[in-house]
């Protein structure tokens, strides 16, 4: 396909496609894009939304207007986020009509028409529009066909929805064609009801959904009418948001939808490959270990040829290790499949019908696995179908892992707990609602993998696809599988607009359109290992009525039909109380989404009460000593959907979001409303620091010590309220990983955090940006959760013991704790080192009896500041069967826990470390690796006193050449950051970033590495080094070699 061109819809006839205007009217409304997405595939295109398309047709136009002595747009709406003032521009949908024509356009384009001899016919995939397309190929309109057997053929109507694909049939190609292309031209129609949204940027209204109309529409994301975490979004997402694909198939048959089900896995070394044996219920951890799996192959085949005539021919498959280039020749298929064969007499005479092609053995094929538990091998399944006269071919092929999935309710946390290939496995998880608020990279493997690879750095294990957002894309999925993340897909339903706070509860108005979205997306995700269970929907309540009973029941039908092996829960919460179902329900609650104390996370249910209240209960103060059944499932929280809090970017991403004047107008101690905070901040959905007590976490480390919180105490700079946050944020999000986590399949099955990233730019809700940087809550999650190590030391803040967690089903030996406590000037005060005398037992916690001492020592600097000392806690550990010792490291700054931790000038000696002494001085030398590019970093604390607090790595462009611009190359990666280093500590940080990335990196004749950047030059690459009192410093990156400071 050639470049897009875009028209205005200008006729309220939809039978006049932009072809058959006047050529002075598609001039006047058409225009062709001529850029290319930096994130486009070979084989299709997304060409995005109605606003997306007003964008790359105002940009120059506006940027022109706003810098006429720059020739150099002001911002990219390829890559850039928009702020609050290009939005302005722009009507928002629900204005009139108007405004409803202006996001209503025609997307056209040429496709390029086959020559060869034997004829071709043509099939247009739409894999995700919205909401509903007209689609006219040269000049002729098409109607969708169906893949679905059950479905009458002769039925033309298209199902609205934004997340069912739409086939098209383009015809036959014939070898006396005169033209070498013919002309695509797709108008997008609105979703139906786009709902009032709140414009507020500070309102005391429920905007969760605008005034939640937007339900109405069904398969469609509720949260561009916007929410307390997002503002609206003006188009609602209208237009062609996923891929555009066209096939050319030899003949009238057209393949779709391999599916791959797994039916029987045992492990070869103990089975003599009986195809009668039963399912092995628990399968071994192990990279080396290999099964027999055996696989019932289906495929769905489409006939057009309107002569209903029969098609005899065969089908042949071919089963191999994925590769992202597969081989076309039957030859170098059958050359490298573990399993192949061939299906003779198979006669097509069906509009479409499912081919069963046999249940088949793959030998030797290695398990599919979380990252946090093991490799993720996959698999390509290629099926063919010839006719027998050679007139008709057409092939698919999927992507597939072997393992088990499957749920049971725990026996002591009384909650849904996930199994994978048997094992329950504890879910670490975050809240995802997509990529971009305007799904600019919705076709971009890229940026998913590095999303998902951010969150598996970090230790998590899951990510929830919530409700109000979208059903994500293949591209999405194929890198889920990939990096080892399991992902919780719900459907396209809140309480807050489908009838429990708000809306109706029989809303969506058309339910078999709804559904009809609902099984085509279980159709085309089923093959993915990654994907591990079904929602209904987000805080739905009560389940008889919400989803509604027929489309409930629908859902459920489906997925026993087109899946068969996933579970599916109606709602992620209900409500408290001793009707509970967990069968229907994840928990009877969710949240709380401010910031608390870090020691309220090592309570039952953090945040709240336990046991749980009911509504009915709390109206009427009923104490929790009068709740009979304290150790119902609904009276706890074990499955925590969702669980928020406080989120502030680098200072570096905050200057890309806000103006100098924003910046300047930081929030001041104590405050905790909206109304007293400057309009941008809003505009980003700034959340407080500040806990109900009216603590504000972020002026506990002012220097001097806050006395009075009042909106004009602030602190000195934007630079230190931002690493103040980072500062909060990292012991913040710390407790609340360890918390969870300190009572694995006790207390808790799982926990998601509300949320871990976001599709805007906000301040609330993430742990990384939309930049793709990290921010110290992210790091503080990465040390709590070890990075994903099954092994980890927790400490309890509330009662000040030592926990060992181990998360894998298998035992590790020899477990060691060693804990030391150091001044800030570095100077080791106290310690201990201890043996567990039993085995670290699996998927178990290891509450020892031993509570940590604070030690009583002098405080020479500021003595009358509240002392704080680093406490360093190591546990070392052995795996069962080999002599290997493993370790896992935790830094803590504490203070006097008899004093407690509600004083507003806890950190303040933190504060004074930063304000008034020297900064800390590292030795640091980084150098790439020859073949991976991969860079490592040593660091050398060598002075003989002060911690390097919070010490910082960015991997950036030469400062010293910048334009003053955001330096930093993002997305990166590094094994560690926001580290503690000791004087005398040596430690090392490996950074690794994309392969887009490497490509531009080259090593320059004096053995650095250079980059060049198409919009600014060449730079030397460089490893940025700063942090809390540690002096900044930037180093060159050798080639071969350690280039030191």
């Known amino acids: 396909m050639e470049a897009w061109t875009i028209c205005k819809s200008i006729h309220k006839d939809i039978s006049i496609p932009p072809s058959q205007w006047k050529v002075s009217t598609y001039q006047q409304n058409c225009f062709k894009r001529h850029d290319t997405p930096p994130f486009a595939t070979d084989s299709s295109t997304a060409p995005g939304t109605a606003l997306f398309q007003h964008w790359i047709r105002d940009s120059y136009n506006l940027n022109e207007t706003s810098s006429s002595s720059s020739s150099t747009p002001l911002w990219d709406p390829w890559t850039d986020f928009p702020n609050e003032n290009v939005m302005k521009l722009y009507p928002d949908i629900s204005d009139d009509d108007a405004a409803r024509d202006y996001y209503t356009l025609w997307y056209t384009t040429t496709v390029d028409v086959p020559k060869e001899g034997k004829r071709r016919r043509g099939h247009l995939t739409l894999h995700g529009v919205n909401y509903q397309p007209i689609v006219y190929f040269d000049g002729k309109m098409l109607q969708p066909y169906t893949t679905y057997s059950e479905d009458d ?17 383009l015809g036959l190609a014939k070898l006396q064609h005169l033209k070498s292309s013919s002309t695509l031209e797709i108008l997008v129609l609105p979703p139906p009801f786009a709902g009032m949204p709140c414009k507020e940027a500070c309102t005391r209204r429920d905007c969760q959904g605008g005034d939640h109309n937007i339900a109405k529409s069904g398969a ?9 975490w997002i503002s609206p979004t003006p188009d609602r997402n209208t237009g062609i948001w996923d891929e555009v694909e066209i096939q050319w198939t030899l003949g009238d048959v057209k393949l779709h939808d391999a599916w791959v089900k797994v039916s029987n896995i045992v492990v070869e070394n103990e089975s003599d490959h009986d195809d009668d044996d039963e399912t092995t219920t628990t399968l071994p951890l192990g990279d080396d270990v290999r099964v027999s799996a055996w696989i019932d192959l289906t495929v769905t085949a489409t006939y057009h040829d309107s002569s209903n005539r029969s098609i005899d021919g065969s089908y042949s498959y071919w089963i191999t290790t994925y590769s992202s280039h597969l081989p076309q020749s039957p030859e170098l298929l059958e050359s490298s499949a573990l399993a192949s064969g061939q299906i003779y007499n198979v006669t097509i005479d069906q509009h479409a019908a499912d081919y069963h092609l046999g249940n088949i053995r793959i030998p030797k094929a290695k398990l599919w696995w979380p990252h946090t538990h093991g490799d993720q091998p996959l698999y390509t399944v290629q099926v063919l179908f010839r006719s027998s006269d050679n007139a008709y071919e057409s092939r ?11 749920s049971e309710t725990g026996d002591a946390s009384k909650s849904f707990t996930l199994k994978i290939n048997g094992h329950p496995i504890f879910l670490a998880g975050g809240n995802w609602i997509t990529t971009d608020q305007f799904l600019r990279f919705s076709n971009s493997y890229q940026r998913y993998y590095n999303e998902l690879t951010l969150m598996a750095n970090a230790g998590f294990n899951s990510i929830r696809v919530w409700g109000g957002g979208i059903t994500e894309t293949r591209q999405f999925y194929q890198a889920a599988d990939e990096v080892g993340m399991l992902i919780y897909q719900e459907f396209w339903m809140t309480g807050d607009n489908n009838g429990r706070f708000a809306g109706d509860y029989d809303w969506p108005n058309d339910h078999g359109s709804y559904t009809r979205n609902v099984r085509d997306v279980i159709r085309k995700l089923r093959n993915h290992p990654s994907l591990a269970f079904f929602g209904g929907g987000n805080e739905l309540y009560p389940t008889s009525k919400s989803p509604p009973r027929d489309v409930d029941e629908q859902i459920r039908m489906y997925i026993g039909v087109y899946d068969g092996t996933r579970p599916y829960v109606s709602s992620s919460v209900t409500e408290v109380g001793d009707s509970f179902d967990p069968f229907d329900s994840l928990a009877p609650k969710d949240g709380p989404y401010g910031i608390q104390r870090e020691e309220d996370f090592f309570d039952r249910n953090p945040g709240f009460t336990s046991p749980l209240l009911s509504l009915d209960e709390l109206a009427r103060n009923v104490s929790i000593h009068d709740v009979k059944n304290k150790n119902a499932p609904g009276r706890n929280i074990g499955f925590q959907a969702e669980i928020g809090s406080v989120s502030h970017p680098e200072l570096e991403s905050l200057k890309r979001f806000l103006s100098s004047d924003a910046l300047k107008s930081f929030p001041g101690c104590g405050v905790t409303s909206c109304f007293q905070v400057d309009h941008e901040w809003n505009y980003l959905k700034w959340l407080p620091f500040t806990e109900g007590s009216g603590l504000d976490r972020i002026c506990q480390f002012q220097y001097p010590p806050v006395n009075n919180l009042t909106i004009d105490n602030r602190m000195d700079s934007i630079e230190d309220y931002s690493w103040a946050a980072q500062f909060a944020q990292y012991n913040q999000y710390n407790a609340l990983v360890q918390g969870y986590s300190h009572r694995i399949f006790d207390w808790h099955s799982a926990f998601y955090i509300w949320k871990t990233s976001s599709p805007s730019p906000t301040l609330r809700g993430s742990l990384y940006d939309w930049y793709l940087a990290t921010n110290g809550g992210y790091w503080g999650a990465h040390s709590g959760l070890s990075a994903g190590n099954p092994v980890r030391l927790i400490f309890n803040r509330q009662d000040w013991t030592l926990n060992v967690v181990n998360t894998l089903p298998k035992a590790f030996l020899g477990a060691t704790m060693r804990w030391t406590a150091h001044s800030l000037n570095g100077t080791r005060v106290g310690g201990d080192t201890m043996s567990i005398p039993y085995q670290l037992n699996g998927n178990h916690v290891a509450h020892m009896e031993y509570n940590l001492p604070w030690i009583h020592s002098e405080q020479a600097f500021m003595p009358e500041l509240q002392n704080i000392l680093l406490y360093r806690m190591e546990v070392f550990y052995r795996n069962e069967y080999d002599s ?8 803590y700054y504490l203070t006097d826990p008899s004093v407690g931790s509600e004083s507003q000038s806890r950190y303040a000696l933190l504060g004074a470390y930063r304000k008034v002494l020297p900064r800390v001085w590292l030795q640091v030398s980084c150098a790439a690796d020859d073949d991976s590019m991969d860079i490592m970093c040593k660091v050398d604390h060598l002075q003989k006193e002060m911690i390097g607090i919070m010490t910082r790595f960015a991997l950036v462009l030469d400062p010293s050449l910048s334009d003053g611009s955001d330096n930093r190359i993002l997305s990166s990666f590094y094994s560690q950051n926001y580290i503690t280093l000791l004087p005398g500590d040596s430690s090392y940080v490996k950074i690794n970033t994309t392969n887009e990335q490497k490509q531009t990196w080259t090593c320059l004749p004096d053995g650095y590495i250079g980059v060049w950047t198409r919009k600014r030059g060449g730079f030397f690459l460089m490893v940025s ?16 070699h350690l280039v030191t400071t």
Do not use: E, K, P
């Open 153 to 169: 053929a002769t039925d033309d109507h298209d199902t609205g929805g934004m997340f069912i694909r739409r086939h098209y049939d």
């Open 220 to 228: 469609i994301m509720q949260c561009t009418a916007g929410w307390d």
């Open 396 to 406: 698919v092929d999927t992507t597939f892992g072997v393992r088990t999935v499957s």
């Open 884 to 891: 290997t010792i493993h370790n896992t490291r935790n830094d």
């Open 1025 to 1040: 080094v700063d942090g809390w009192n540690v002096a900044q410093s930037t180093i060159l990156i050798g080639c071969t």
